[in-house]
């Protein structure tokens, strides 16, 4: 019997109901059975299977003290995660899974007895590491393996396991169990054969995943579960993650080590329209999550914004921004890129952000062609304080800068004659001239000289109400249309993803940040200044480039 099979005839029957995706990965895997390069075996999964349902019960209400009989899907899941082997070598296949599931499905109950089967089924000397972004969500993952445990009187024993306050070990096996997280001070020195990562949708980079990752180098048949609902947090970790597996299922790239099995809507319109395709992101609907608590959600969502963007993130894994937010997180993602070759020989409308100290400062191109507006955005920061942001902030900093979205500035304040060269660079390498350039006057008097002097039109735009209304309401109309190709740059869409509008009583709307100090929104006022500058010269500019 393979469960795979069985699950993918049931999908084909109609008694169970998936998203596109998790159809086009099952199919995948359907072809993959008659592939001479690999050999398909049910036992290990089997095993593990039978490890689960005999030893381990569940720990929390309404289920307490019962056994944890898996549902059909994650017997399909561990059959295939452990089935598949490399015929050449005979090791297993795939080294990772990511498991994306709405909450409320059982995912931290099934992590737990995934890692107890690993604890008490291997040979010994094992290291199995449950990790989460906070050291509180690991000790949630790890109290659970631990209640687990001590449900069983076979697996308490203390002949096969014990508990201290660092991990869970055999005295005999010299297996253990320990916790991970972003905020672990040491994060090397491990020797992780299975790694279990939950709730990643807040880790804003790879940090823990790397740590995992580097500890398996010495391992023939190594395993990562990074098992996660969808979350708030842009450009971090999971929509990296996310965006590699969108390309491994489509065949755009090859990853045969990788196993993508996601539970997700098809599209926001029948979370709204079609009760039952709310088994595409909850395959545990009606056995462990209740359909009576998504009716009442539901109800509360049409008419409160705050939970309609929880309800939709949390339990329909369709990415959403935090409430108050300005915009949505699907009106202002556009991933279209293109190369500045495309817009080289053009005029353009500059903006500008500074800053002086801890805030990114940022530049801003805004060019119209063929109808869109393509922007070219950069950033800037000083050198003395990248550490302390990436620290303080939880924000990859160092990583941008790496890949030359920011420009860094010596000393501990940022050099905007840095910001003037990059401005006379782009006019220099690709002949991108712009005829004014947006500016607030706070802080800027001896830069605006600067800029005068090496040739630059400059246009005083102050940071006001009704000086920016008009052209954020415009922006906000450009992005939803997706008339704005900004690269897919992640410093400019994470700063559109943490600006709020914040609205007087006639309805004009200004920037503001959100809740959080430690967000930036400079790349987004940046923007909304060259649209103002726009505004102000439309007329004169579109003479030009006619």
Not at 9 to 34: C, F, P
Not at 493 to 512: E, F, H, M, R, V
Request: aromatic content about 10%; some cysteine.
């Amino acid at each position: 019997m393979s469960y795979l099979l069985d699950y993918i005839g049931e999908i084909k029957k109609g008694n169970i109901i998936v998203g596109h995706e998790l159809k086009a990965t099952l199919k995948n895997l359907q072809n993959d059975l008659s592939d001479p390069r690999y050999t398909y075996d049910e036992h290990p999964g089997n095993v593990r299977i039978k490890f689960i349902e005999k030893f381990c019960k569940h720990t929390k209400s309404p289920f307490n003290g019962q056994p944890f009989i898996l549902k059909l899907w994650e017997k399909a899941l561990l059959e295939v995660a452990y089935g598949f082997k490399i015929k050449a070598t005979g090791f297993r296949r795939f080294n990772e899974v990511i498991l994306l599931v709405a909450r409320k499905n059982g995912k931290t109950t099934f992590i737990a007895g995934i890692d107890l089967a690993e604890f008490f089924l291997s040979k010994g000397g094992t290291d199995i590491v449950c990790a989460s972004n906070t050291s509180d969500q690991a000790s949630i993952l790890f109290e659970e393996i631990n209640n687990m445990r001590e449900q069983s009187k076979v697996l308490r024993d203390e002949r096969r396991s014990k508990k201290n306050i660092f991990y869970i070990y055999s005295s005999k096996t010299k297996n253990k169990i320990k916790k991970l997280s972003a905020q672990s001070r040491n994060k090397d020195g491990y020797n992780i054969e299975v790694g279990c990562i939950d709730e990643v949708h807040e880790m804003t980079d790879s940090k823990v995943y790397d740590a995992i990752k580097q500890s398996q180098s010495t391992k023939n048949e190594p395993l990562i579960f990074v098992i996660t609902t969808e979350g708030t947090t842009v450009e971090g970790f999971l929509d990296k993650k996310l965006d590699y597996c969108r390309k491994l299922i489509k065949g755009e790239i090859k990853d045969e080590r990788v196993l993508p099995w996601l539970y997700t809507q098809d599209s926001i319109d029948e979370v709204f329209t079609d009760e039952s395709s709310w088994q595409k992101s909850n395959p545990s609907l009606g056995k462990i999550k209740l359909k009576s608590y998504l009716d009442d959600i539901m109800n509360k969502a049409r008419n409160d914004l705050s939970t309609r963007v929880t309800m939709l993130c949390k339990d329909f894994n369709i990415k959403q921004l935090e409430s108050g937010s300005w915009m949505t997180f699907s009106d202002l993602n556009n991933e279209t890129k293109y190369k500045l070759d495309f817009v080289k020989d053009s005029y353009a409308i500059g903006g500008v952000d500074l800053s002086s100290t801890t805030d990114l400062t940022a530049a801003i191109l805004v060019i119209i062609k063929d109808g869109k507006k393509y922007v070219i955005p950069h950033f800037f920061m000083p050198s003395d304080v990248l550490k302390q942001r990436v620290e303080e902030d939880n924000v990859p900093y160092d990583i941008w800068v790496k890949k030359g979205f920011i420009t860094l500035t010596n000393g501990n304040q940022n050099d905007f004659s840095n910001v003037t060269k990059w401005f006379v660079d782009m006019v220099q390498v690709y002949n991108i001239r712009p005829l004014w350039i947006g500016y607030d006057p706070w802080n800027s008097t001896y830069w605006v000289k600067e800029m005068e002097d090496a040739g630059f039109t400059m246009e005083k735009i102050r940071q006001g109400i009704y000086t920016l209304s008009e052209p954020m309401k415009q922006l906000e109309a450009d992005l939803k249309n997706k008339l704005v190709i900004y690269d897919n740059n992640p410093i400019l869409k994470w700063c559109i993803a943490n600006t709020q509008a914040k609205i007087d009583l006639n309805g004009n709307i200004q920037p503001s940040k959100l809740s959080s100090k430690l967000k930036r929104i400079d790349g987004c006022v940046a923007l909304i200044i060259a649209y103002a500058v726009l505004n102000r010269c439309k007329s004169e500019y579109m003479n030009m480039i006619s």
